[in-house]
C-alpha cells in the first residue's frame, strides 16, 4: 500500500510563490505517476500537473503553464510543485495522487488510486 503525505500550503499574497510537497512511502515501487489536483470552494475538482516517475515526464493545465513546475526527487520519493506568481484564482485545497496503473494520461482523477490529505492554498489580493 502507498500513503501520501502532502505539505507546504500557505496563505499569501497574489504574485508571491509557494512549493508544495508530497511525500510517498510504502509500496512506491508500484507507482507509474503522481499527479497535483486541486478543488476551489463550491467547484470541481482540477487538474493541475502531472508526472511520470521513472521517465520524469510532465503535463500542465493550462491555466498554471508558465507558473507551475512539477518535479520529483526519486531517492525521496516526494514530488514537489513550485508555484510562482500565484494568483487569487489558484486558492484552493491542493492533493496529491499516485497512479499504480498504465498507461494513464495523467488527467483524469479516476486513474489515480492513491490520494493525499490535502493542503489549503490561499492566495490574497
Known amino acids: 500500500q502507498v500513503q501520501l503525505v502532502e505539505s507546504g500550503g500557505g496563505l499569501v499574497q497574489a504574485g508571491d510563490s509557494l512549493r508544495l510537497s508530497c511525500a510517498a512511502s510504502?509500496?512506491?515501487?508500484?507507482?507509474?505517476?503522481m499527479g497535483w489536483f486541486r478543488q476551489a470552494p463550491g467547484k470541481a475538482r482540477e487538474f493541475v500537473a502531472t508526472?511520470?516517475?521513472?521517465?520524469?515526464?510532465?503535463t500542465y493545465a493550462n491555466s498554471v503553464k508558465g507558473r507551475f513546475t512539477i518535479s520529483r526527487d526519486n531517492a525521496k520519493n516526494t514530488v514537489y510543485l513550485q508555484m510562482n506568481n500565484l494568483k487569487p484564482e489558484d486558492t484552493a485545497v491542493y492533493s496529491c495522487?499516485?497512479?499504480?496503473?498504465?498507461?494513464?494520461?495523467?488527467?483524469?482523477?479516476?486513474?489515480?488510486?492513491?490520494w493525499g490529505q490535502g493542503t489549503q492554498v490561499t492566495v490574497s489580493s
Open positions: 495522487a499516485a497512479t499504480q496503473r498504465w498507461p494513464y494520461t495523467g488527467a483524469d482523477a479516476n486513474e489515480y488510486q492513491v
Open positions: 510504502g509500496r512506491t515501487v508500484s507507482i507509474y505517476g
Open positions: 508526472i511520470r516517475w521513472s521517465s520524469g515526464i510532465t
